[in-house]
């Protein structure tokens, strides 16, 4: 019994430490360390994250700099994710993430004139010091079977004078790093695990 009761336990202490597990088809993007953002990414990731039948669309952003919550503020320091949902080659859905007054993540889902798609809410958390991931509802974009997608990371340092700092006529430079850096990557339900179809190239 006492064996019974530890093992419960263990799988209770599991189920809270992951209680969304990643589908075991996640995708890499490495980055080059090519910029001077605090925000610079060192790699992406696309895949899922599925509880049963629900599975939702998964990104991760880890960058090569660790980076309190805090920094991304909305005006000079915000991460995004482009998405043509369409297959046209052009941006069609902006998802946008940065930390509101009290700390807490924001994320919008846009469309390309400003109006916000309601009704779905990207979960968003900080994984360690580096990495963000976002969580995003499958519906969001529009039961799409794929898109394509880019993330890119915004930072400027009102109190620099760098290459991501002040300007000498008063504005900042934002530095923006963008990956994966060879174009736009392919995710959806249409992968090698999917019984939807394959993927375009």
């Known amino acids: 019994m006492r064996d019974r009761v530890a093992l419960?336990?263990?799988?209770?202490?599991?189920?809270?430490?992951?209680?969304?597990p990643a589908r075991a088809d996640a995708i890499v993007f490495a980055d080059s360390d090519d910029t001077a953002?605090?925000?610079?990414?060192?790699?992406?990731?696309?895949?899922?994250?599925?509880?049963q039948?629900?599975?939702?669309?998964?990104h991760k952003i880890r960058t090569f700099e660790a980076w309190p919550r805090r920094l991304l503020d909305g005006?000079?320091?915000?991460?995004?994710?482009?998405?043509?949902?369409?297959?046209?080659?052009?941006?069609?859905?902006?998802?946008?993430?940065?930390?509101d007054d009290s700390g807490a993540f924001v994320a919008q889902l846009r469309t390309l004139d400003g109006r916000r798609v309601a009704g779905h809410n990207p979960r968003v958390r900080k994984t360690n010091r580096y990495t963000l991931l976002i969580d995003i509802d499958r519906a969001a974009l529009?039961?799409?079977?794929?898109?394509?997608?880019?993330?890119?990371?915004?930072?400027?340092?009102?109190?620099?004078?760098?290459?991501?700092?002040m300007r000498p006529d008063g504005h900042v430079f934002s530095c923006v790093d963008r990956a994966p850096q060879e174009g736009p990557?392919?995710?959806?339900?249409?992968?090698?695990l999917s019984e939807i179809g394959v993927c375009p190239r």
């Open 142 to 165: 529009l039961g799409a079977d794929w898109y394509r997608w880019q993330a890119d990371t915004v930072w400027g340092d009102p109190d620099g004078v760098g290459p991501c700092g």
């Open 53 to 58: 039948a629900d599975c939702r669309l998964r």
């Open 75 to 99: 005006h000079e320091a915000f991460v995004r994710i482009l998405f043509d949902i369409s297959g046209d080659a052009e941006v069609d859905r902006i998802l946008r993430v940065w930390v």
């Open 185 to 192: 990557a392919v995710h959806g339900d249409c992968g090698p």
């Open 8 to 20: 419960v336990s263990i799988s209770v202490i599991l189920a809270l430490v992951f209680p969304v």
């Open 37 to 51: 953002s605090r925000l610079d990414i060192r790699w992406v990731q696309q895949g899922h994250a599925c509880r």
